[in-house]
């Protein structure tokens, strides 16, 4: 049976995302974001949910410019601290030791230790209720050699992601895989 939980912005898994901007001065800012995900192909495009108040979207807003970064588990702890104090008030990458790194093609920092990162450029903002749905254009990816598999594709237990469960307000570690995408639900055909 199941029970009501209400009205609620539940999901699983969501991501953890570190977004990285530069304010107006070049102060490199970096902020946790779990609302977010790939919303289109072509062109390529990702979601990340910010509040307004956000130095991050400030930055946006000016820059037109942002990261996403996946974070590996080795860098929760710093990960975290980036979801807890605003660049308003601190230098996120002084206070946990990670390198900022300018974004090849956008005018964005990311942390040189995380493992994959998004460069994006603004493509547009939605205003959904109190929150700031901003899409970003993929205009390159990175990522380390040494997180490829055997076949030169990125390899997600070498990456090391990690997933938040927003009721526990815990964060957990991605599995194994248990299927091929396209190829498992073939039984069911006819
Ligand atoms: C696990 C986690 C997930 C978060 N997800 C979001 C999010 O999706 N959108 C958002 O606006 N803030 C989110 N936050 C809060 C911001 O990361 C946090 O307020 C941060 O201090 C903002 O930094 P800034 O002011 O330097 O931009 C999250 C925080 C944590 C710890």
Redesign the pocket.
Known sequence: MKISLGAQPIAYPLP?FVIGTYDTNGKA?A??????GICASEPPCIS????PN????KNIQETKAFTVSIPDRQHMKET?Y???????DRD?FQDTGLTPVRAEHVSAPYAGEFPVVLECRLFDIHEIGT?RQIIGEIVDVKIEEAVLGYDRKPDLQKIGAFA?DVMKMEYYSLGTPIGKAWDAGKKFKQ
């Open positions: 953890v800012d902020m946790v974001a779990a609302w977010g990340v949910t910010i509040n956000h130095q991050t979207f975290d980036c979801g807890m104090v605003s660049g308003k996120k929150a938040f």
